[in-house]
T-cell receptor, first 113, second 117 residues
Framework: GNSVTQMEGPVTLSEEAFLTINCTYT??????LFWYVQYPGEGLQLLLK?????DKGSNKGFEATYRKETTSFHLEKGSVQVSDSAVYFC????????????FGQGTELSVKP | GAVVSQHPSRVICKSGTSVKIECRSL??????MFWYRQFPKQSLMLMAT?????????EQGVEKDKFLINHASLTLSTLTVTSAHPEDSSFYIC?????????????FGPGTRLLVL
């Protein structure tokens, strides 16, 4: 079945550092890929998405490229801020399975000033 | 963007009682809603898919008699935890995709924290 694997956290960075959170997936079809963010005490928010191979999703300085050859969707940001501290979830959705989202385990990011 | 609300945001109940959690799409109609459970510092686990006008579809290992789901209208789904026990304590989250349910952007509610004493 479909699955998503993320790098384990917590990840602690200094402000303005470069961020990479690895995400790989297993899917039988052609899934769409997502990054969701959960700020402390809040619900999940869509950060970015990509619906087909080689698409790049971007938002708020974050980017991720859908790599079919490596089945990856790594999240990157060139310069993190304290306000980026949150839990980040990689997820996939296969429309042929009714749009259900399959989540990775989440990666907690803590950015120190 | 689209808004999904949940009520209550937090509930504490005694063991053996039932608790109802509501999920509402405030500015769009949703024929499908999803219910997730999240344990502390863990990922979201899909429990069931709520379908307006038909029975919910439960994921493997989820007791349908324990977690009753009713999709009463195009904007409301409810999850009832029946005869709750301490192991049911968790963070319950719903989501809804606009439209027919095969849309890929889902909007999440803020979650309901359930504590069973």
């Amino acid at each position: 079945g479909n699955s998503v694997t993320q790098m384990e956290g917590p990840v602690t960075l200094s402000e303005e550092a470069f961020l990479t959170i690895n995400c790989t997936y297993t899917a039988t079809g052609y899934p769409s890929l997502f990054w969701y963010v959960q700020y402390p005490g809040e619900g999940l928010q869509l950060l970015l998405k990509a619906t087909k191979a080689d698409d790049k999703g971007s938002n708020k300085g974050f980017e991720a490229t859908y790599r079919k050859e490596t089945t990856s969707f790594h999240l990157e940001k060139g310069s993190v801020q304290v306000s980026d501290s949150a839990v980040y979830f990689c997820a996939l959705s296969d429309r042929y399975q009714g749009g259900k989202l399959i989540f990775g385990q989440g990666t907690e990011l803590s950015v120190k000033p | 963007g689209a808004v999904v609300s949940q009520h209550p945001s937090r509930v504490i109940c005694k063991s053996g009682t039932s608790v109802k959690i509501e999920c509402r799409s405030l500015d769009f109609q949703a024929t499908t809603m999803f219910w997730y459970r999240q344990f502390p510092k863990q990922s979201l686990m899909l429990m069931a898919t709520s379908n307006e006008g038909s029975k919910a579809t439960y994921e493997q290992g989820v007791e349908k008699d324990k977690f009753l789901i009713n999709h009463a209208s195009l904007t409301l789904s409810t999850l009832t935890v029946t005869s709750a026990h301490p192991e049911d304590s968790s963070f319950y989250i719903c989501s809804a995709p606009p439209g027919t349910g095969i849309e890929e952007t889902q909007y999440f509610g803020p979650g309901t924290r359930l504590l069973v004493l």
